[in-house]
């Protein structure tokens, strides 16, 4: 990924005619070009109004913007302010996020059944680890992680140990939601991200130092600079603004509370506060923000799975907010569509795991394995993972002697269906994790 080509600068409007400038506004009639917020890099190769040079569209164009900006509290190096806009595309998708995301409109029931809705939460969790982490260089194939997590063993990498980092960060951000955003917060949340991670655990839960070794930039694959993150010096005063703007601190009037996530994620990763880990820091406090603000659904998306399938994207968004006057709305528009493609993508995956479980109820009733107790409790058992059974549960359901309500069970554990586990003088039987697909290898 290149720097973007910096736009035109803009003309000395005293010394255009104004009848041309009359021309321009009238035919510069949106802040979009096809219904995209186009970068000047992209913007150019557009056909312009009649009259008018691409150019002079451009500044047109340019000026409708700037005349619907608002400013935020976040400033470059310099002490130039970032600005954004809402125009009515941000709006709507906004609006549909707040339907979607806080609200309980449309969401489907297995993740507002307390039955099944860690299932889904997991799985949330580990999706977000290992993308996150694979944009930031993890080479773990997704099924080897998986099997990390879920059977709690010790990671054998750095790439691992960066994924495991990421699902314990990600489970935190959900027990503080409620907490207000700290310097020392965040210095906790990338103790979590960075945990025998970086190569200088020196530098893990702390600012960057004032020195040659400690110095950042983001590059390109030539060596280029494409950021140059704002001097060590100024990283104390900047973290506090964030946490009082991330807190609604600050005075700078309303900001829709998932524009004001998004901000703080591009926030963070502007300052690049951090010698390494501040990409999934970004991340995770965009999350908090989120989850801060009531977006409940949040605990159940993966956003780096959608960063991931398109990482130059992201970073152009970075690069075209910083190449044109601090222009946020690049980043908002874009974050914006990640967010309705995660939703979109949760909801498919729920849809496609109904599905899958509707078959597999359908082959185990062709299955001349099992009777129809063990059908009845393997039927319950797919959609509710977590359920637990005792023999007398068991015997009682089907008005069945003891001798049978355990043989029934005993049964279901040879054949690596149940496990089960003594609690006291009980025992217990539990759903295997992966139920679906060890009944597969018994067809």
């Given at each position: 990924?290149?720097?973007?080509?910096?736009?035109?600068?803009?003309?000395?409007?005293?010394?255009?005619?104004?009848?041309?400038?009359?021309?321009?506004?009238?035919?510069?009639?949106?802040?979009?070009?096809?219904?995209?917020?186009?970068?000047w890099e992209k913007f150019r190769y557009h056909e312009p109004p009649s009259d008018l040079s691409?150019?002079?569209?451009?500044?047109?164009?340019?000026?409708?913007?700037?005349s619907q900006k608002q400013s935020t509290p976040l400033a470059d190096k310099s002490g130039q302010p970032?600005?954004?806009?809402?125009?009515?595309?941000?709006?709507?998708?906004?609006?549909?996020?707040?339907?979607?995301?806080?609200?309980?409109i449309s969401m489907p029931q297995q993740i507002t059944n307390p039955d099944t809705r860690d299932r889904y939460y997991i799985h949330s969790l580990i999706e977000e680890a290992i993308t996150s982490s694979?944009?930031?260089?993890?080479?773990?194939?997704?099924?080897?992680?998986?099997?990390?997590?879920?059977?709690?063993?010790?990671?054998?990498?750095?790439?691992?140990?960066?994924?495991?980092?990421n699902f314990l960060t990600m489970k935190r951000i959900s027990e503080?939601?409620?907490?207000?955003?700290?310097p020392e917060l965040i210095f906790n949340i990338h103790r979590l991200v960075s945990n025998d991670a970086i190569d200088n655990l020196d530098a893990?839960?702390?600012?960057?130092?004032?020195?040659?070794?400690?110095?950042?930039?983001?590059?390109?694959?030539?060596?280029?600079?494409?950021?140059?993150?704002?001097?060590?010096?100024?990283?104390p005063g900047r973290l506090t603004e964030l946490c009082r703007f991330a807190n609604g601190q600050s005075p700078d009037g309303f900001v829709h509370p998932v524009i004001r996530a998004i901000i703080v994620h591009f926030w963070l990763a502007y300052d690049h506060p951090f010698v390494d880990g501040n990409g999934r820091t970004a991340r995770a406090l965009f999350y908090w923000s989120m989850l801060h603000h009531g977006y409940w659904l949040f605990e159940f998306i993966s956003i780096s799975s959608i960063i991931k399938n398109a990482p130059v994207k992201y970073g152009r968004a970075f690069l075209w907010t910083e190449t044109d006057d601090n222009d946020l709305t690049y980043f908002v528009d874009y974050h914006l569509h990640v967010i309705d493609r995660a939703i979109h993508d949760l909801h498919e995956y729920i849809s496609k795991k109904s599905k899958e479980l509707k078959q597999t109820e359908k082959n185990?009733?062709?299955?001349?394995?099992?009777?129809?107790?063990?059908?009845?409790?393997?039927?319950?058992?797919?959609?509710?993972?977590?359920?637990?059974?005792?023999?007398?549960?068991?015997?009682?359901?089907?008005?069945?002697?003891?001798?049978?309500a355990r043989t029934d069970l005993v049964r279901l554990c040879d054949l690596g269906l149940l496990v089960d586990r003594k609690v006291g003088k009980t025992i217990h039987f539990r759903p295997v994790q992966n139920i679906s697909e060890k009944l597969k290898t018994l067809d």
């Open positions: 990924m290149k720097k973007p080509k910096k736009p035109p600068s803009p003309p000395v409007y005293s010394k255009v005619a104004p009848e041309r400038l009359q021309k321009w506004f009238s035919l510069a009639t949106s802040v979009r070009v096809n219904g995209k917020y186009l970068h691409v150019e002079e569209w451009w500044h047109a164009v340019k000026l409708l913007r700037q970032f600005e954004y806009l809402t125009d009515s595309t941000i709006q709507e998708k906004l609006h549909q996020i707040d339907l979607g995301a806080g609200g309980r694979q944009l930031e260089g993890a080479q773990t194939m997704r099924q080897v992680a998986k099997e990390m997590i879920k059977s709690r063993r010790q990671p054998r990498d750095r790439s691992e140990k960066m994924i495991l980092n503080i939601k409620q907490d207000r955003l700290t893990v839960g702390r600012l960057r130092n004032d020195n040659e070794e400690e110095e950042v930039a983001v590059y390109d694959t030539e060596g280029n600079i494409l950021h140059q993150p704002p001097h060590a010096s100024q990283l185990l009733k062709n299955l001349s394995l099992f009777n129809h107790r063990q059908l009845a409790l393997l039927s319950h058992a797919f959609r509710h993972p977590d359920a637990d059974y005792t023999i007398e549960s068991h015997r009682l359901s089907h008005n069945v002697v003891y001798q049978t």
